[in-house]
Every structure is written in C-alpha cells, then in structure tokens.
C-alpha cells in the first residue's frame, strides 16, 4: 500500500476513527487530494464536513485552483448560512487563479474585499495583487498596492522588478531595483535578471555593466538565469564580444536559453557566421535546435541580405528539423526576399503562409517597395496596414516616402493629405543616449535640455565639417517645394543627430569611448549618410540601434551595407 496515496492515508483515518468529526483531519485530506489532482475526491471530503470552517472553503477553492470552479466555490463560501469571511490565504489563492486564467474584473472584486477586510496590504495577498495587475498589464494599479504594502520582502521586490520590465517600463524597473538595494533586501537571480532585462530594453550598457558587477560581487553571475541574462542584455546593447565572454564562462551549464540570446546577440550585428557556427556547435553538444534557434539564424542571414542562404534554413527547419515556422520566422523570408527586390513572391507568401500577417510583417514588406520604389505593391501592403489599424501612422509615412523617393511630389501631397483627413498622427522620432549615469532622451527639434545651447552649436559645427567631406543632404524624405534653408534645418534636427551632438560635448562621454544611440523608429537616410561621415571626422565609433538593427559606424562605413 502506498502510504503517499491519499486515498490510502483517508482509508487509514476511516479505519482508526480519526476521520470521523475531525474537522482538521478532513481539512488535510482535501488537500492532499488535491495535489494529487483528484478534485473530485477533495470536493467529496469536503461535502462530508458537517461544520466546514474558513480553512476547508480555503482547501476547496485552493483545489480547484487555476478554474473558474474556485469562484463558483468562493461564493457558496460568501453565501453559506455560517457567513463564513475569506482570511488572507483564501483571496491569495483566489488572486492567483485570476492571474493565471486571467479574470481581472472578479480579481478587483477580490481587491474590494480584501480592503475591507483589512488584507490588501498584507505580504502575500498584496503580492498576489500585484502580480494579477502586472499580468493584465495593469502597471500603475500594482505600483499603487505596492507602495501601500506594510511589510516587503525580496520575493514581492522581485516580482514588481520583473512585472515593470515585462510592462516595457525599464526605468521602473531599475528603480525599483535601486530601492530594494537601498533597503538591505538580498537580491535574488529574479531581481538581478529582471533588472538586467530592463537595462538590455533600452540598451543601457553602463546600467548592465553596474548590475553585472553587483551579480560578480554576491555570486550571481555564476547562476544560469543571471548568465542567460547578462548575455542578452550585452547582446542588446551591442556588446557582443562582452556576452561572449559570459557565454564562454558558463557555456558547460548553459541550457538552450542561453545559447539561443547568444546567437540572437550575433544575429542582431548581422554576423550570420557566429550564428551558424553556434548553431553547429550547439548540435555537437547533444543540445536540439528549437524555434528560437531557427529565428536567430534567420533573423542573422535576414539583417546580412543573405536572401538564398535564408530560404535554405528555412527549408531546413521545416524538413530536417520537423519544426514549424512561426509568424516571425515567416516576417525573416518575406523580408530577405523583399530586400533582394523579389517583391511579387514575398508578397505571396505572406498571403499564403497559414498565419494571419501581422502589421510587423506588411511593415516590413511595405518598407522593401519603398526601397526598390515598387509603388504598385507598396499601394497594396499600405491598405494592408490600414486594415489592421486604420491609425498606423507608418503606413502613410512609408508610402510617401516611397513617392518621394520616386519623385511622384503629387502622390506624395495626397498621402499627406489621406493622412490628415484621417486624422493620423505621426509618431514622433526620440533618440536617448546614456551618458554621465543618465538616460538622455531627444525627440526631433528638442530643445529642453539644459545644455540645449551647446547642442545646437555643436550640431551646426559637426554638420558643416562633413560637406567638407563630401557629405550631401538626402533630400528624397522632403517635400520638393520647401525651401532649402527649412529642408536643411529639418534634417539637421533630427532625434538622433541631437543625441550624438550631446555625446560629443567635451566631459560627456569619454574620449575613445564609442556613441552609443537607440532610436525609437527606424534610421532616416539622411541620418545613415551623416553619421557614416561623422565617424570619419571624429574618429570614433557610432552605434545605433534603431527598431529595425545595430548600425555601427566606423571610418565612414556602416555594417549594414546600407541596407536596412
């Protein structure tokens, strides 16, 4: 007889009379059945409680966890004659069956309660909370419950640090970070990985660096979570010979994660020959490719041009490795087969691919029409992208900058003015660049910053000394009829090329030092074409990472090839 069993240990109650009028013997019972997945049978101990209390409704709704079937229980309990009130396991329970599922609307009911009854700030109902409102994106409501928490460990600390950085609220996150250290709270691989996952969200290297330091110091770093980590966020933030140096320390305890934000880190630099070779190596390791493998790789040959060799992988992952392709996987071989300007079979794939497009992938194929100025296709994957969201702003912005470059001026007036009538807003370009401990952020025109001045001045002076270069506005964007002087004062402006004059500013950022620059949008032309000469005058390296790739330039040249 197998004395884990629960049905053994409640024969033994019945045969030995324990059973019998114990409350708290058929209290344990529920749950023991109920960690043995067998509700019907807890569900049955606890109809043969004469008196159940509030720890046997807590052990029902406990055992139907993650179902609806723990509410319908909860409000028998509200509803029973004995007026029966939750205590603080029974709504903890319950909130994490409604983040799971998720059903926020019962979860506020649930907070009402817990109010009322005095637990919404007790540590682990107030946990709960906050992870029900991170996970249905609710972020400002589980700040709220956390700052009125009475008591917080490292455990809730964690939960809100990951919970901003899965919200894309990075500065959140690591200033919640801050105040865990601030507080004596031990960090944890979650609080260290959930940090590091903010700072490679906006590719915030010295913030990386500071974390990956603090991971060295309490012995972290060593920990696979914190490795897998550091080596995506080194990844992101375009240092990849630093995630190398991660990967090489923990490479024999690594699992696939690991491997897989290591090859993703290479893939983002366009360097498709470390990717392929990590794949390999990974094979001869005993460790099985998956679909993560697959989208570095692809994503690697994509950001490359390597159009032949993308449909190869492709192939194989679907024949050789019996892995079916994603939506992102799809996005890569449209957009390789849109960059070599085979624009008709792209556009027939992603028609008949057996996934619904997304915005991203007519994005991505609607930016390729532009680039080899097909405006029949690119009319088309327009309409595309207004039929998903009437407001994307990217679809008119796209196509007009299509016609520009096509010298069609009326089509583009007309663009314009679809996109007006509409009421579309343009998103607006921003640029941040980390510099002197601080996140820098410059939208196009700014002039907020406090050294705004020497911004300017320094702008003008760097613009002036690439014509000497051979620099030439790209004026293909602009409308043809605008006058030179506003042409120029508009593209002198932009969000990035503010974000590097600051950077070059004497005691910003050190000499040697390269520029590092994210961009919300992708990188005008003209932008591209500036800073490949600002390179070459300053003699420092550029990088930007803008919503598309890294971009790093270095002696006049980019990595991309010109191709984004």
């Known amino acids: 007889m197998d004395s884990t069993d629960p049905r053994c240990v409640h024969a033994r109650a019945i045969t030995t009379g324990a059973a019998k009028g114990n409350r708290a013997v058929l209290n344990n019972l529920i749950t023991l059945y109920s960690k043995s997945d067998l509700r019907s049978d807890a569900a049955r101990v606890f109809r043969s409680?004469?008196?159940?209390?509030?720890?046997?409704?807590?052990?029902?709704?406990?055992?139907?966890?993650?179902?609806?079937?723990?509410?319908?229980?909860?409000?028998?309990?509200?509803?029973h004659p004995s007026r029966i009130l939750p205590n603080s396991h029974t709504l903890t329970s319950l909130l994490k069956t409604c983040a799971t599922l998720p059903a926020l609307t019962f979860g506020a009911q649930l907070h009402s309660v817990a109010v009322k009854l005095g637990f919404s700030s007790e540590l682990f109902t107030a946990s709960a909370l906050v992870s029900l409102y991170f996970k249905t994106g609710l972020s400002n409501n589980a700040k709220k419950v956390f700052d009125e928490m009475s008591v917080r460990d490292e455990v809730c600390f964690s939960s809100v640090i990951v919970g901003f950085a899965q919200n894309y609220k990075p500065m959140d996150a690591l200033s919640t970070f801050v105040e865990m250290r601030r507080s004596g709270m031990t960090s944890t691989m979650v609080s260290v990985s959930g940090a590091l996952r903010a700072g490679s969200d906006m590719a915030m290297l010295e913030q990386c660096r500071i974390i990956h330091g603090h991971a060295m110091v309490t012995g972290?770093?060593?920990?696979?979570?914190?490795?897998?980590?550091?080596?995506?966020?080194?990844?992101?933030?375009?240092?990849?010979?630093?995630?190398?140096?991660?990967?090489?320390?923990?490479?024999?305890?690594?699992?696939?994660?690991?491997?897989?934000?290591?090859?993703a880190g290479h893939a983002q630099q366009g360097e498709h020959g470390s990717v392929i070779e990590l794949f390999t190596l990974m094979e001869e390791r005993g460790m099985v490719p998956d679909e993560y493998s697959f989208l570095a790789t692809l994503t690697a040959l994509y950001n490359a041009g390597l159009v032949e060799e993308t449909e190869i992988w492709f192939k194989r992952m679907t024949e050789e490795y019996s892995l079916e392709p994603c939506l992102e996987h799809y996005t890569c071989l449209v957009g390789a087969l849109g960059k070599a300007g085979r624009l008709e079979e792209a556009e027939r794939i992603a028609l008949t691919m057996p996934f619904k497009p997304d915005a991203a992938?007519?994005?991505?194929?609607?930016?390729?029409?532009?680039?080899?100025?097909?405006?029949?296709?690119?009319?088309?994957?327009?309409?595309?992208?207004?039929?998903?969201?009437?407001?994307d702003d990217s679809a008119y912005v796209i196509l007009a900058n299509a016609y520009a470059s096509a010298g069609r001026w009326d089509e583009v007036r007309e663009v314009w003015k679809r996109m007006k009538d509409k009421k579309v807003r343009k998103e607006g370009g921003k640029s941040w660049i980390e510099a002197l401990g601080e996140v820098h952020v410059f939208l196009a025109g700014d002039r907020r910053h406090e050294k705004t001045n020497e911004i300017?001045?320094?702008?003008?002076?760097?613009?002036?000394?690439?014509?000497?270069?051979?620099?030439?506005?790209?004026?293909?964007?602009?409308?043809?009829?605008?006058?030179?002087?506003?042409?120029?004062?508009?593209?002198?402006?932009?969000?990035?090329?503010?974000?590097?004059?600051?950077?070059?500013?004497?005691?910003?950022?050190?000499?040697?030092?390269?520029?590092?620059?994210?961009?919300?949008?992708?990188?005008?032309?003209?932008?591209?074409?500036?800073?490949?000469?600002?390179s070459r005058l300053v003699e420092r390296e550029i990088i930007v990472r803008d919503v598309n790739r890294y971009h790093k330039f270095l002696n006049g040249s980019c990595n991309c090839g010109d191709q984004w």
């Open 220 to 263: 972290l770093n060593l920990n696979v979570i914190v490795g897998s980590a550091l080596i995506d966020g080194y990844g992101k933030c375009g240092l990849v010979g630093n995630a190398r140096g991660v990967f090489d320390e923990l490479d024999m305890e690594l699992n696939i994660v690991g491997w897989n934000a290591m090859m």
């Open 361 to 391: 992938l007519w994005r991505v194929l609607l930016s390729k029409c532009a680039y080899h100025v097909n405006m029949d296709i690119a009319w088309r994957m327009s309409d595309r992208l207004l039929e998903i969201n009437p407001m």
């Open 456 to 534: 300017y001045a320094k702008l003008t002076e760097l613009m002036e000394e690439i014509e000497k270069l051979g620099y030439v506005p790209v004026w293909a964007e602009m409308l043809h009829e605008v006058e030179e002087k506003e042409k120029k004062k508009s593209l002198w402006h932009h969000s990035e090329k503010l974000a590097l004059a600051f950077g070059l500013l004497n005691g910003t950022v050190p000499p040697g030092k390269a520029l590092r620059i994210v961009k919300n949008l992708r990188i005008c032309r003209d932008c591209h074409e500036a800073f490949k000469h600002i």
């Open 49 to 79: 409680i004469p008196s159940p209390n509030v720890v046997s409704w807590t052990a029902l709704t406990s055992a139907f966890s993650n179902s609806p079937l723990s509410f319908h229980h909860f409000i028998s309990m509200l509803r």
